[in-house]
Nanobody
Framework: VQLQASGGGLVQAGGSLRLSCAGS????????MAWFRQAPGKEREFVAA?????????YYADSVKGRFTISRDGAKNTVYLQMSSLNAEDTAVYYC?????????????????WGQGTQVTVSS
């Protein structure tokens, strides 16, 4: 599985961005898909995840619940992260990740496949 994240950029506080993660090599519908982020000097943290298409369950970190939405487009083998009401604390490099069955959905160590990261910077 190869993942390519895109869509990051500079946005003002209160604004919105949509990140995309395009995959190749396998059918995304069989995989847990997740977004993590890492701010300078901090550990990589969970943002959101989506279970395989057959048992669709979405997971969110408390810090983004109600502001971020994860979604999939099976035809395009792409997962999205729609982010709104952004604030300075959302500034980080955002990574997409995939795994057939992560041991723990919210832990980075649960995922075998990672994209290269896309920078999101929120100016206050």
């Amino acid at each position: 599985v190869q993942l390519q994240a895109s869509g990051g950029g500079l946005v003002q506080a209160g604004g919105s961005l949509r990140l995309s993660c395009a995959g190749s090599g396998r059918t995304f519908s069989e995989y847990f898909m997740a977004w993590f982020r890492q701010a300078p000097g901090k550990e990589r943290e969970f943002v959101a995840a989506s279970s395989p298409a057959g048992s669709r369950i979405d997971y969110y970190a408390d810090s983004v619940k109600g502001r971020f939405t994860i979604s999939r487009d099976g035809a395009k083998n792409t997962v999205y992260l729609q982010m709104s009401s952004l604030n300075a604390e959302d500034t980080a490099v955002y990574y997409c990740a995939a795994d057939v069955s992560p041991a723990r959905v919210r832990w980075p160590s649960g995922y075998d496949y990672w994209g290269q990261g896309t920078q999101v910077t929120v100016s206050s």
